[in-house]
């Protein structure tokens, strides 16, 4: 059996020829990448159709009368629809492309809920939270009056339904929940929590930036109102994410940006606006990045989420048996209680953790020399830091490319990593 991955179906040898960067060396060593739940490594056909746009059509979209123009127009439209099959959207005016997750969050924050709060109505997040989907919610919080509420979660950080429904009020208007923790990889129950919101008559946000990688996600069979997510962590670019919004409440929503390219007809005093999804999209977009995007969809379509998600199980129970074995290492969240939960939640490939009293950021400059790249730090997620107790943490995260060598070789170098601070 090959130590590359124990499902003998996966083809992970093919995968990691598909990325250029996998046959690059880091500090003279073989790269090891454990860090895509920053960002993730991109496969040359995502490369080709970004270059095939810039060399050969290079033309903006929606306004030439001539042939690149058109292609351009052609290309980025098939994009949104490999987007919008990717989530199971219901139509494309539901697909929004903007800058990332955290631009699709503020459009959700300051579009719909700067326009609907009011004083005293409230808004359920949790602490699992990244930035991005707690401190728009904050703003709009400050600006309307409203009130955020945390929903308890267990010693490890889960969210149960009960705890859930503990917080809710007839004042609930939003919950906002993470679909997988960015520190500790915890999937929350979201079918669960979007029967709640249904019943509270809540719009339900949930932040996919890591779900949306890693697992498969149908927004209909969800339930979800929103979902935002980043094109850099799934194979595609850097500077293009979207925000999939059910269809009646982007209508009534406000767009955050005005200007060119939304707008049906200007007059001296006021303008008159298009509908979905062009009034969310003003101006010139990040063309290449998008239909980059597409690619990416389309490129992890190709494997199958499924087979994706069952990949980085498979790395996440080996890495959680072997770094767990490192003498004086603390692992975080729910990971090593996953199947006690009683089914609350699933593993998404991500482990937290701490070597001894040692700071991230030493240990993490000890694998750099090693070629191991990981990510150390707060992870834009203070308050689940100050959950966890930590100032920050070590994050080994993993992606369709990675293998068991790669999770042997950031033991050896945690190992490895005490010798030098012994
Ligand atoms: N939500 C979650 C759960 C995330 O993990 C991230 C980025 C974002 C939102 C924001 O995404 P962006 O593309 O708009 O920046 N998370 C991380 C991380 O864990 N390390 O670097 C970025």
């Not at 690149?68 to 990717?86: G, I």
């Not at 010693?155 to 917080?167: L, Q």
């Not at 980059?292 to 980085?312: D, K, S």
């Not at 004086?328 to 701490?354: D, K």
């Amino acid at each position: 059996m090959s130590r590359r991955t124990v499902s003998r179906t996966y083809p992970i040898d093919r995968i990691r020829t598909e990325f250029p960067i996998l046959g690059t060396t880091m500090r003279g060593k073989p790269l090891a990448y454990l860090d895509s739940g920053a960002t993730s490594l991109k496969p040359q056909v995502v490369v080709d159709a970004e270059l095939h746009y810039l060399t050969r059509i290079s033309a903006n979209i929606h306004r030439g009368v001539y042939q690149l123009s058109e292609e351009a127009t052609v290309r980025f439209d098939e994009a949104r629809d490999s987007v919008r099959q990717f989530i199971n959207a219901g139509d494309e005016g539901e697909v929004i492309f903007t800058k990332n997750a955290t631009e699709s969050s503020n459009i959700i924050a300051f579009g719909w809920g700067r326009k609907f709060l009011k004083t005293g109505d409230e808004i359920i997040t949790t602490e699992l939270e990244h930035h991005a989907n707690l401190v728009p919610w904050q703003q709009v919080a400050a600006a309307t009056g409203a009130k955020l509420l945390f929903v308890p979660l267990d010693p490890v950080g889960r969210v149960s339904p009960d705890a859930v429904e503990s917080v809710v009020t007839e004042r609930t208007r939003v919950m906002a929940v993470t679909g997988m923790s960015n520190v500790t990889g915890y999937m929350p129950p979201l079918r669960d929590i979007a029967a709640i919101a249904r019943r509270a008559g809540a719009v339900f946000v949930v932040d996919g930036a890591q779900l949306v990688s890693h697992h498969p996600v149908d927004v209909q069979s969800l339930g979800c109102d929103f979902l935002t997510f980043s094109a850099h962590k799934m194979c595609g670019p850097t500077g293009v994410g979207a925000l999939y919004g059910r269809r009646d409440l982007l209508e009534a929503m406000d767009p955050l940006l005005y200007g060119g390219d939304m707008i049906v007809r200007v007059g001296k005093e006021s303008a008159t606006f298009k509908g979905v999804p062009d009034k969310f999209e003003s101006g010139t977009p990040n063309i290449s990045g998008v239909i980059g995007f597409g690619a990416a969809v389309r490129y992890l379509q190709g494997i199958g989420m499924e087979a994706i998600a069952g990949h980085e199980q498979e790395l996440l129970a080996h890495a959680v048996r072997r770094v767990g074995e490192v003498p004086g290492v603390a692992i975080y969240g729910p990971v090593t209680e996953q199947g006690v939960a009683g089914g609350v939640s699933e593993p998404g490939g991500i482990l937290s953790f701490n070597l001894g009293d040692l700071h991230p950021h030493d240990v993490g400059a000890v694998l750099d020399g090693e070629g191991v790249a990981v990510r150390t730090g707060f992870h834009c997620a203070q308050p689940m830091m100050q959950f966890l107790g930590v100032p920050g943490t070590v994050r080994a995260s993993f992606y369709l490319y990675n293998t068991f060598e790669e999770i042997d070789r950031l033991v050896d170098a945690l190992n490895k990593t005490l010798e030098v601070f012994s």
